[in-house]
Nanobody, 121 residues
Framework: QVQLVESGGGLVQPGGSLSLSCEVS????????MGWFRQAPGNQRELVAT???????DYAHSVKGRFTISRDNVKKAVYLQMNSLKPEDTAVYYC???????????????WGQGTQVTVSS
């Protein structure tokens, strides 16, 4: 079964930095878009950043200039470098990937279990 595992979350002071990683394992034919979403208590899940297999990116307005998404298509991994963190960045961050697990199968979204990011003094 396809698995996405996030790591790198934790507690950081305002203005600090964190780097998140997500690795994909299991039977995989091809990985398309990959990205990060986040969800704070009482809020809906929102897009943070995405990157296509060709390198095109999309960022939420609230993180532009502070966060950078990158990926390694050989390792089937996606990363999120977060700088100048603010308390409003506090949320559970989820890795997402569009994957065809085997030739002929449908393309669909897969999700990681989430990693907690807390920005507080």
């Amino acid at each position: 079964q396809v698995q996405l595992v996030e790591s790198g979350g934790g507690l950081v002071q305002p203005g600090g930095s964190l780097s998140l990683s997500c690795e994909v394992s299991g039977r995989i034919f091809r990985v398309y878009d990959m990205g990060w979403f986040r969800q704070a208590p009482g809020n809906q899940r929102e897009l943070v950043a995405t990157m296509t297999s060709g390198g095109n990116t999309d960022y939420a307005h609230s993180v532009k200039g502070r966060f950078t998404i990158s990926r390694d298509n050989v390792k089937k991994a996606v990363y999120l470098q977060m700088n100048s963190l603010k308390p409003e960045d506090t949320a559970v961050y989820y890795c997402n990937a569009d994957i065809v697990p085997v030739a002929g199968a449908m393309r669909r979204d897969y999700w990681g279990q989430g990693t907690q990011v807390t920005v507080s003094s």
